[in-house]
């Protein structure tokens, strides 16, 4: 099996718009996988995309992934279903990433999916609210359904759908034992039991897989340390340190999955917190950037540069200063604030938050998604929301690093766009970018808020996908292009190589269902009306000409 890695086709941003430049390795989480290039079109198509208008979604409440006109869309995998004689699709899937077998052929490939948390009701038959009694099977239910999938995919007159029973099919999860890529031991091991919490993502320059685990200390809890540095452990949501004694610390960092035979390792020199993704940047000397965000309120923006070619081990973490635009190092031998509470490097990359704070890191409105501009090179950081500090509809950040330099160690931060009904969207989450450099962005309200009308999201109604065209007459225009079903979210966005499928997850339908006998959402409608997290394939004529309106230009 052969795995090619592609440059990304960009254009120069202040140059002119016809002139195509190819940049170091560029991807991350969510974003446009490898594209290949767009062939040339005659001038009546040309003449054809010039007309194209997008016609936008009114915001919806209803039980259905609505479309706008000119996309549809296909199931390609759910919830329980069966990728190989023993192994199923897990839960609340995530950030999915597509890698071709061949260059030549973007129809037939690995899919890898992320299975961020589960909902026990629906997976082990438990209701927190009863209190009642738990077993160690309901928790080993739990623990399988978190963690990643990694199924092969081809299209087939325009479907994709699941290879039965291919080598490749498998579930890496809560019980998986992965290795530290680290010197030192963690908690008196280098090996930890699986992965959870796996909400957004990345790819390498090697074609490998980055699933990064978020809201960590809801399985398992955390350690936490008062003013004299005594530790103490903060109980969990889920209650699983009460059937297995792993500690927190083995949780909270980027994986890296190896498509072809599922090991897995943990980057310990990323730093633990909450991560949403990883977005990698390789060099030209082939050292790699990776730009990562804390998700929770007032925490931080991180990014890794290596010093070593390849490498997601030697290097120095930074955190981000955005008032005084400056990457502050997270280096424990050169920074005497971080000698002075912590015994080594290792600690102060497992406490990452305390040492940010020590350092004077700017706080943030939960940095979620990261992408980096295929046009400018800005990087874009999705700030979901803060109701702590009233910014309930979150904002996009822009980051111009010093001279385009992504091992700069200074930068400008800016506003790139603020959500809000003005601009017609609340609480950005993913982010994306088709082979145009068109931005695609996904809404995170959360269950809990949304279709309230006591509170500041009801105009938005459900969550939505939204394009945002870089061409054409819609050019800068915010346009909801797709609604999801009731209680969902949609996550995940990653285009196939040729631009013609969008691969997007559905996840948490019916999340507020009290009672499985009259659940919230019965999306994607199957025989037993339980709502069930699936993977999609969007596809239609619109998609694939938004994907080539940059052809109109220059």
């Known amino acids: 099996m052969k795995y090619n890695r592609r440059k990304f086709i960009s254009f120069i941003g202040k140059a002119s718009l016809g002139t195509m430049i190819t940049p170091p390795f560029l991807v991350g989480c969510g974003n446009t996988s490898n594209p290949s290039g767009l062939k040339e079109e005659s001038k009546q198509n040309l003449d054809s995309l010039k007309q194209l208008i997008l016609k936008a979604l009114p915001a919806s409440d209803q039980d259905d992934l609505l479309l706008t006109k000119g996309l549809d869309y296909h199931v390609i995998i759910k919830w329980g279903d069966k990728i190989n004689d023993e192994d199923t699709f897990g839960f609340n899937n995530d950030f999915t990433c597509f890698i071709p077998f061949d260059e030549n052929n973007p129809k037939d490939g690995l899919l890898w999916v992320n299975h961020e948390y589960i909902n026990p009701l629906f997976v082990s038959d438990y209701n927190k609210n009863l209190k009642q009694h738990r077993t160690i099977e309901q928790i080993n239910k739990e623990m399988y359904n978190v963690g990643g999938t990694i199924i092969r995919i081809k299209e087939e007159n325009g479907k994709w759908s699941v290879v039965e029973n291919d080598p490749h099919n498998r579930r890496i999860t809560a019980q998986t034992p992965i290795q530290l890529n680290w010197d030192s031991s963690i908690k008196e091991t280098s090996t930890v039991m699986g992965t959870l919490s796996n909400c957004s993502g990345g790819i390498t320059p090697w074609n490998t897989f980055l699933t990064c685990e978020e809201n960590y200390d ?118 005497s604030v971080l000698r002075n509470k912590f015994k080594d490097q290792t600690e102060v990359l497992i406490r990452a938050r305390e040492a940010a704070k020590l350092l004077g890191a700017t706080e943030l409105n939960r940095p979620e998604d990261i992408e980096i501009d295929p046009i400018t090179g800005n990087i874009l950081v999705s700030l979901t929301n803060n109701k702590s500090k009233n910014d309930f509809h ?57 279709n309230k009308r006591d509170k500041p999201y009801m105009p938005f109604k459900n969550n939505s996908l939204f394009v945002i065209p870089r061409y054409g007459q819609d050019a800068g225009k915010i346009i909801r292009v797709a609604s999801a079903p009731r209680d969902a979210e949609l996550t995940g966005p990653w285009f196939s190589p040729d631009g013609k499928t969008l691969f997007l997850s559905v996840q948490h339908p019916g999340e507020q269902t009290m009672d499985l006998n009259n659940p919230n959402s019965t999306w994607p409608f199957d025989k037993d009306n339980i709502p069930k997290p699936a993977v999609v394939a969007i596809t239609g004529d619109l998609i694939e000409k938004i994907n080539k309106l940059k052809q109109i230009e220059g």
């Open 394 to 450: 979150g904002s996009i950040l822009k980051i111009e690093e010093t001279n385009g330099d992504f091992d700069a160690l200074s930068f400008k931060a800016s506003t790139y766009m603020a959500g809000g009904e003005e601009n017609g969207f609340s609480c950005p989450d993913n982010l994306a970018f088709d082979l145009s450099g068109n931005l695609w962005i996904t809404s995170d309200i959360s269950g809990s808020s949304m």
């Open 218 to 335: 809801a399985f398992f809890g955390e350690t936490v340390y008062d003013e004299n540095n005594v530790a103490t452990h903060k109980p969990s949501w889920y209650g699983w340190e009460n059937f297995y004694d792993y500690p927190p610390e083995h949780y909270g960092w980027v994986v890296e999955v190896n498509p072809k035979d599922g090991t897995a390792q943990k980057h310990i020199a990323l730093g633990r917190f909450a991560h949403e993704c990883c977005t990698l940047y390789e060099l030209s000397d082939k050292r790699v950037v990776a730009y990562t965000g804390d998700d929770k309120n007032n925490e931080h923006l991180y990014k890794f540069i290596s010093s070593e070619p390849g490498s997601l081990k030697e290097g120095t973490l930074y955190v981000a200063d955005t008032n005084k635009g400056k990457w502050l190092a997270l280096d424990w031998e050169n920074q």
